[in-house]
């Protein structure tokens, strides 16, 4: 039994500790939000008054948090967990962040005498509640070795894909398809809609066709109902488009499909859709007419 951190208690840091305590282990949390930290409390965790004290009781601390910015400063900050952590103990930097940005975590906290591990969920916070999804894993392979065990506890299937850096890129290019798959799902069931067929009907066939995705699955019925409770928010999840027309610059890698999609989710986001799920971008197609 481990002693875990999670910083950044949201919808996913959530999901990430309820599943730790499933798991068996004591988990230590800290979010601004006070809520946040009594409803891991509710679920047999301990609360943490900083991010700070987090680092001293951990062994690990998994980092989930929603900017860039927070990131850095938890991580980096005079008082952040690289300042605060006894030396060996190990960052789990799971926020979906840039490549280069994980890159100097990387650097500035092994420097520092503290281990990392760039390790992003490819899945929605309601996927990984019921254990469903994937832990992208970069960093030194020791590492990884050593807390594989704890990831899978998170997630069944951790995954190491390279160097730090290497897993975040790869998340990025995971929430490109999510990006283009949600698109394409409001647009299929909207024409659906349209002609006048049943939407029940219609996603248990497409589900069951070749026409089929996880997208469609996952927030296809979503769509259907006109409900978009967040399993990922727009507004954050905007951030992560932006992070993955940058990251494709610096490889020089073209983006067509995903510059029209990012102003759809644009459009969704300007009418004031920012907190509902990302399938709300079917609000931005019921804006368009056939001429």
Not at 77 to 92: V, Y
Not at 160 to 188: D, P, T, Y
Not at 265 to 280: F, Q, T
């Amino acid at each position: 039994m481990t002693t875990v951190g999670v910083v950044g208690l949201g919808l996913l840091g959530s999901a990430v500790a309820a599943r730790l305590r499933a798991g068996g282990h004591v988990v230590v949390g800290y979010d601004v939000v006070a809520e946040k930290v009594q409803a891991l409390v509710a679920v047999g965790g301990r609360a943490a008054p900083t991010a700070e004290a987090v680092a001293e009781a951990a062994e690990a601390v998994c980092v989930v948090l929603p900017s860039l910015a927070s990131v850095d400063e938890v991580v980096l900050g005079s008082r952040g967990l690289a300042a605060s952590g006894p030396p060996g103990r190990t960052i789990i930097q799971m926020s979906t962040i840039s490549p280069a940005l994980t890159e100097r975590l990387a650097r500035e906290v092994t420097a520092k005498g503290l281990a990392f591990l760039d390790a992003p969920i490819s899945g929605t916070s309601a996927m990984v509640a019921r254990g469903e999804g994937i832990v992208l894993v970069g960093g030194e392979r020791g590492v990884f070795d050593r807390w594989r065990p704890l990831l899978e506890t998170i997630l069944p299937s951790a995954v190491f894909i390279g160097r730090a850096g290497q897993a975040m890129l790869l998340k990025l290019v995971a929430n490109l398809l999510v990006a283009l798959h949600s698109a394409a799902a409001a647009e299929a069931l909207l024409m659906a809609r349209a002609a006048g067929l049943d939407l029940g009907l219609v996603l248990d066939v497409l589900c069951r066709s070749a026409a089929s995705s996880r997208m469609l699955e996952v927030r296809g019925p979503l769509i259907a109902r006109a409900e978009f409770p967040p399993q990922m928010k727009l507004d954050l999840f905007m951030k992560d488009l932006h992070l993955i027309q940058e990251a494709a610059r610096r490889v020089g890698a073209p983006l067509p499909l995903t510059d029209v999609a990012e102003r759809l989710y644009a459009v969704a986001m300007e009418a004031g859709h920012g907190g509902a799920d990302l399938s709300v971008v079917v609000k931005a197609f019921e804006g368009l007419r056939r001429i």
